[in-house]
Nanobody, 121 residues
Framework: QLQLVESGGGLVQPGGSLTLSCEASGLTLDYYFIGWFRQAPGKEREGVSC????????YYSDSVKGRFTISRDGAKNTVYLHMNSLKPEDTAVYYC??????????????WGQGTQVTVSS
């Protein structure tokens, strides 16, 4: 059964760091485009970052560029989102998602359950 599980969320002070993990079962992440998305209360879901399947090219939204880094560990079948210089506006539920087509599909095919990130002093 195909499953994505996020972990690593929590409460962090502004300026702090967190690393989110997206671990897969039932699929090999190396063959998929993996995206990180977030949704804050009352706001639409936002694409944050994506890593491509074959070239490992990476993409970031303007709101996180220079602060977040996406990476892949094939041996652990896990994709990470390293988040630095966190701001209160980064507070959201973060989701990872997988698709075989592209980082720019309208909606990714498989989704995790999400992990809460709260940035507050």
């Amino acid at each position: 059964q195909l499953q994505l599980v996020e972990s690593g969320g929590g409460l962090v002070q502004p300026g702090g760091s967190l690393t989110l993990s997206c671990e897969a079962s039932g699929l090999t992440l190396d063959y998929y485009f993996i995206g990180w998305f977030r949704q804050a209360p009352g706001k639409e879901r936002e694409g944050v970052s994506c890593i491509s399947s074959s070239t490992d090219s990476t993409y970031y939204s303007d709101s996180v560029k220079g602060r977040f880094t996406i990476s892949r560990d094939g041996a652990k079948n896990t994709v990470y989102l390293h988040m630095n210089s966190l701001k209160p506006e980064d507070t959201a539920v973060y989701y990872c998602a997988a698709d075989r087509s592209s980082c720019f599909v309208r909606d990714f095919r498989w989704w995790g359950q999400g992990t809460q990130v709260t940035v507050s002093s």
